[in-house]
């Protein structure tokens, strides 16, 4: 995946400004949310906001169409293990 040495994103989670690399990108379509492919709009989540469930919930409220946000944090946890590794 491609990143700008200096692209600097914000987590929705802590509202902290990160280099996009440290920065987990992922997208919500059609209720469902998904690793970031390419196309879509996106948002990020810093690492330690990916391990704190409260944060995620409370992240996940803003999005409409997302009516099964505990399911939506288990598939985000599960993105990031890979991601993380």
């Known amino acids: 995946m491609y990143f700008s040495s200096k692209s600097i994103r914000m ?3 802590c509202r902290q400004k990160l280099l996009q690399q ?3 990108r992922l997208r919500h379509s059609d209720g469902k949310i998904s690793a970031f492919e390419g196309s ?3 948002f990020y989540f810093c690492k330690e906001c990916l391990q704190d469930e409260r944060i995620l919930y409370r992240s996940l409220s803003r ?5 099964k946000r505990q399911q939506s944090i288990k ?3 599960e993105i990031a293990k890979i991601w993380i590794k």
């Open 11 to 13: 987590c929705i989670g």
């Open 75 to 77: 598939e985000i946890q």
């Open 40 to 42: 879509g709009r996106s």
């Open 22 to 24: 440290e920065l987990l």
């Open 63 to 67: 999005f409409r169409g997302l009516e």
